[in-house]
């Protein structure tokens, strides 16, 4: 499967952004799909995930609230609302897809196996 992040931009602080992943291919259903982001000089850490019918969502302390993850496998998406954005949400985030991540552990990045090019995110303060 491929996967093609979108939605990034500037935006400042307390504004919001939808981050939208496309993935081309069969089995979108399949997936269990996940955002992640990178800062400069952090590593790369779960944000939101979502299972592979869309009934079980994770998402990371920091997020709790502002974000809100969803998924059509109609239309082979999987979006990211981001809400009350803060300088600490600024990072490339990364959308990728899991056949074999199991519900109980979305939050496991090693059991990812595609991965999108990533879209800028940048919270002015």
């Known amino acids: 499967v491929q996967l093609q992040a979108s939605g990034g931009g500037l935006v400042q602080a307390g504004g919001s952004l939808r981050l939208s992943c496309a993935a081309s291919?069969?089995?979108?259903?399949?997936?269990?799909m996940g955002w992640f982001r990178q800062a400069p000089g952090l590593e790369r850490e779960v944000v939101a995930a979502?299972?592979?019918?869309?009934?079980?969502?994770y998402y990371a302390n920091s997020v709790k609230g502002r974000f809100a993850i969803s998924k059509d496998n109609a239309k082979n998406t999987v979006d990211l609302q981001m809400d009350s954005l803060t300088s600490e949400d600024t990072a490339v985030y990364y959308c990728?897809?899991?056949?074999?991540?199991?519900?109980?552990?979305?939050?496991?990045?090693?059991?990812?196996?595609?991965w999108g090019q990533g879209t800028q995110v940048t919270v002015s303060s």
């Open positions: 990728a897809a899991g056949a074999r991540v199991i519900s109980s552990a979305l939050s496991d990045s090693s059991a990812y196996d595609y």
């Open positions: 291919g069969r089995g979108f259903s399949n997936y269990v």
């Open positions: 979502v299972s592979r019918r869309g009934g079980n969502t």
